[in-house]
């Protein structure tokens, strides 16, 4: 890379200003996506003892100009050390319980010089969790077989339904006897399939008789 002013300048050292502004514009819009709530910091690992760059949504009361995170020593200390580290538990300085994950960024040389780092106050969201688990929950008593279904019955269904009831008298729908097919309508209108519309004309048409005929059944 070619500077105008000071010549050539090794390509290590001309990134390290473009990979930190853009990690900077990155931590500003994750901060402000989710205020109160998620922190997001940027440490320059360059200058450990002034590492913090950019704090954005200041949950933990530090500052830019504060000192690297043990994270954020071992990364300087050891290349190899993972670029992500996610999900793991936190605390903030008054105690408040925080989801964090921290993201190193190296250099070409794979050297880190930064770390992202993102802390989640879980603890505004552990009410609401709980509040929701609630609002979910049913009775233990009627897990097992559900009371009702909430769709409409198809013709599809119905035909199914009918048929499989024949096929239990080792008949077909219209070969059943008057008072088999009485007692398959009940059974249709009991099991909730009278509720959809034409289910009496359908069931009429499969068993061979008239609609009227269906209705009296089922009474």
Request: proline share 6%.
């Amino acid at each position: 890379m070619i500077n105008k002013h000071f010549g050539r300048v090794p390509i290590t050292e001309a990134l390290h200003p473009l990979i930190t502004l853009k990690a900077e514009k990155i931590a500003v819009a994750l901060g402000r996506m989710f205020p109160g709530l998620c922190e997001v910091v940027l440490h320059d690992l360059r200058d450990p003892d002034h590492a913090i760059r950019a704090i954005e949504n200041n949950l933990s009361g530090r500052q830019v100009g504060d000192s690297a995170t043990e994270l954020g020593l071992a990364r300087i200390a050891d290349p190899q050390y993972p670029s992500v580290i996610q999900n793991y538990p936190n605390r903030f300085p008054d105690g408040r319980p925080a989801k964090s994950t921290s993201i190193g960024i190296k250099n070409p040389a794979g050297e880190y010089i930064a770390a992202l780092c993102l802390n989640l106050d879980v603890s505004v969201l552990s009410p609401v969790t709980l509040a929701l688990s609630n609002l979910v929950a049913t009775d233990t008593e009627h897990r097992e077989k559900p009371l009702e279904t909430l769709r409409d019955r198809t013709a599809r269904e119905l035909r199914q339904a009918v048929e499989a009831r024949a096929a239990e008298r080792a008949a077909t729908p219209r070969s059943l006897s008057r008072e088999d097919k009485k007692a398959l309508v009940r059974q249709l209108q009991r099991d909730g399939y009278f509720d959809s519309r034409d289910a009496a004309q359908t069931i009429a048409d499969l068993l061979g008789v008239s609609r009227a005929t269906v209705y009296n059944y089922a009474k």
